[in-house]
């Protein structure tokens, strides 16, 4: 079982992500991830990697300024464990990212309907979700290409969601997987 964090507020996001996944370590991973809003230098930076906790603790520089976070323990369910497969996910144009705890079971004939030109960086079957979100919000509000994208889910999910060109704001989803 893996387990999803996400932090906006006025304390270090970072922070508080990395101290959230290491109590989540009880239910057992593979790798895990974190991303975070570089406020100074309007960046968004990932960090992720199969291990555990504390080599994303210990190996990465948390300097920068943040007030936004999501981070991840994988349980890997649709790909090896390593770091392409670790989350967050990105789109194709990297203006979504994700973090996914949960199995879709139709990820397959989603991409065979949507999403047949997208060359995939994962094994992953969260991959597919982010990358609906991004084909659908070439047309929709990205609230609506979020709706419309877990219309089309089957399985189960809870997700935190990261819009590049909205960083004041987390967008969470779930069903079946837990999500508080
Ligand atoms: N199915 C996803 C994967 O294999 C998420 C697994 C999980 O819940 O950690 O990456």
């Known amino acids: 079982m893996c387990g999803i ?7 270090k996001a970072s922070d508080i992500i990395l101290s959230g996944l290491a109590k989540l370590e009880y239910r057992g991973y593979d790798s895990c991830g974190i991303f ?9 930076v990932t960090y992720k990697d199969k ?10 520089d948390y300097s ?8 991840h323990t994988r349980w890997a369910t649709h790909g090896r464990p390593n770091q392409e497969n670790s989350h967050p996910h990105f789109s194709r144009s990297h203006r979504f990212g994700l973090v996914h705890n949960g199995v879709i079971e139709n990820y397959r004939e989603l991409v065979a309907t949507y999403l047949e030109n997208v ?34 889910l089957e399985g189960s999910y809870a997700l935190l969601i990261v819009d590049t060109h909205d960083p004041a704001r987390i967008y969470a989803a779930k069903s079946k997987s837990p999500l508080l």
């Open 5 to 11: 964090v996400g932090y906006i507020g006025k304390n």
């Open 36 to 44: 975070f809003y570089d406020e100074l230098s309007d960046k968004f």
């Open 51 to 60: 291990g555990r906790v504390s080599h994303l603790v210990n190996d990465f």
């Open 64 to 71: 920068a300024m943040n007030h936004l976070a999501i981070g």
């Open 119 to 152: 060359t995939f960086a994962s094994e992953t079957d969260t991959e597919v979700i982010v990358n609906l979100i991004d084909h659908f919000a070439q047309e929709l509000a990205v609230d609506a290409a979020i709706r419309k994208t877990l219309s089309l």
